[in-house]
């Protein structure tokens, strides 16, 4: 199994920019293919990015893509979620994940979660 720790959550004016980090332990990271997600108050939890373990190959929400880069240090690891261009829609809970294989954009593809990190924009 691996356990998985975010990091680098906070409060940030819109337009701000903040790096969440995800740190794996247990087993190595490049075993896993890795995920954020996030999850607004009253709204169900959504998927976020996505980096496959071999490529590797990247995905994203198309309300991300262009602001958000995700990527992994298998030396250190540790995944990262890059967030600019912050706005306030962006306020959430944000939840790293991982699994063995990538298999698409739904809670259940994965297996394992952190406890997640508070992303608060304000406007």
């Known amino acids: 199994q691996v356990q998985l720790v975010e990091s680098g959550g906070g409060l940030v004016q819109a337009g701000g920019s903040l790096r969440l980090s995800c740190a794996a332990s247990?087993?190595?990271?490049?075993?896993?293919?890795m995920a954020w997600f996030r999850q607004a108050p009253g709204k169900e939890r959504e998927f976020v990015a996505a980096?496959?373990?071999?490529?590797?190959?990247?995905y994203y929400t198309d309300s991300v893509k262009g602001r958000f880069t995700i990527s992994r240090d298998n030396v250190k690891n540790t995944v990262y979620l890059r967030m600019n261009t912050l706005k306030p829609e962006d306020t959430a809970v944000y939840y790293c994940?991982?699994?063995?294989?990538?298999?698409?954009?739904?809670?259940?593809?994965?297996?394992?979660w952190g406890q997640g990190t508070q992303v608060t924009v304000s406007s």
């Open positions: 994940a991982a699994n063995l294989y990538y298999r698409g954009t739904y809670d259940s593809d994965y297996d394992y």
């Open positions: 247990g087993r190595t990271l490049s075993s896993y293919t």
């Open positions: 980096v496959t373990r071999s490529g590797p190959r990247t």
